[in-house]
């Protein structure tokens, strides 16, 4: 076992703190990451505060990691010591259910093993998460990360840069579509970048008309203030698809009749409440209300390749370890743009 230092919970609405723990040694199929950057995720907040239920304590949340391979197993083939890797959202899965053996891992039907709040499914240990300075992960679950893009904004390509790919790629978005996004965080900035790469027409869906120029920075064709009755007029009845980042409560009709005839809006927010929606909203123009989770492993490694060869990677703000308890009550504030990455060369 390696003693490992990192920041954790200790327990619900506890600040997180410094904690040791230890990794196990590489098995003969894993990869050890020294871990160099850490993405802040929404996520990590609600799971420290058991919003979701089931939390495990002590928690050390992350599972937006980059780093450098410093060991390898003896059947390891794909990594080598030196290499840049990556580690996202999961780190195990049933591996024989239709939807893993279709490359679609987080749709695993016994469920996937999360890199941090899961267990190990041989040993039933908690696993931890990259608030620490190394990880070690099956090689099946860990990606190559591209050296042409800036390490820092590399690591929310694993969650907020998947979540918004992977519904991209399965409706076929490309040019010709009129994408509509709603809400400019952490997804949303993904999903603008993403969507105008793949040339499609972009519009930010915004309460806050001081966002437009952020939105045009980062690829928006069009801006929207949703609270303007005229100009959302002139966008009823207009998008292919939307895709839809809030995680607020909202006007769901509202925003459904912006969709034209089949069109799709598709959730990657989830409100603290269901959403209510009159039947009439979609039966009217045949419109379809979808989800979408992150993306499987395969699909995460296209993610990180299109991101290297359009030069695309997160917008974010570098921090400590030591800031994160603050980070966390900015980020409630939506006081970040658009992603916090912790620098392990603090902890």
């Known amino acids: 076992m390696q003693p490992t230092k990192a920041y954790a919970a200790p327990a619900v609405n506890i600040p997180l703190a410094p904690f040791e723990f230890e990794r196990r040694e590489v098995g003969p199929h894993d990869v050890q990451i020294d871990i160099l950057y850490c993405g ?44 840049l890797a990556g580690v996202g959202c999961m780190v195990d899965s049933c591996r024989t259910c239709p939807s893993c053996k279709e490359g679609l891992e ?19 240990a908690p696993t931890y998460g990259g608030y620490s300075k190394l990880i ?15 390490l820092e904004g590399v690591a929310p390509l694993l969650c907020a840069g998947i979540t918004t790919y992977s ?9 010709g579509h009129r994408v509509g996004v709603m809400g400019l965080g952490g997804l949303g900035h993904m999903a603008v970048k993403l969507a105008a790469a793949m040339g499609a027409e972009v519009t930010v869906l915004s309460t806050s008309p001081n966002k437009q120029a952020d939105a045009e920075a980062l690829g928006a064709h069009k801006f929207v203030v949703t609270k303007d009755p005229a100009a959302l007029k ?41 959403p209510q929606l009159h039947a009439f909203n979609l039966i009217a123009k045949r419109r379809r209300i979808a989800g979408s989770l992150i993306g499987g492993i395969e699909e995460t490694q296209e993610m990180l390749d299109f991101c290297a060869e359009h030069n695309i990677a997160a917008d974010v703000e570098v921090i400590s370890m030591d800031y994160i308890n603050e980070a966390y009550e900015r980020m409630l504030k939506a006081d970040v743009k658009y992603r916090f990455v912790i620098d392990l060369a603090t902890l």
């Not at 090689?139 to 050296?147: D, G, I, K, M, N």
């Not at 966008?235 to 409560?249: G, M, R």
Request: aromatic letters at 10%.
């Open 40 to 83: 802040v995720c929404h996520s990590d907040l609600h799971q420290v505060r058991d919003e979701w239920g089931g939390s495990i304590f002590p928690m050390v949340p992350g599972h937006e990691i980059v780093g450098r391979v410093t060991k390898v197993g003896e059947h390891v083939r794909q990594f080598k010591p030196g290499d």
């Open 106 to 124: 987080q749709y695993c039907e016994v469920g996937f093993v999360g890199t941090y709040n899961g267990r190990e499914r041989n040993t039933g």
């Open 136 to 150: 070690v992960v099956d090689e099946a679950y860990t990606l190559r990360v591209p050296e042409s893009l800036p």
């Open 167 to 175: 519904p991209l790629r399965q409706w076929k978005v490309g040019q």
């Open 234 to 274: 002139g966008v009823s009845n207009y998008f292919d698809f939307i895709l839809n980042t809030v995680s607020a409560p909202l006007d769901m009709g509202m925003y459904v009749n912006l969709l034209r005839r089949d069109g799709t809006m598709i959730l990657l927010g989830v409100p603290p409440e269901a």
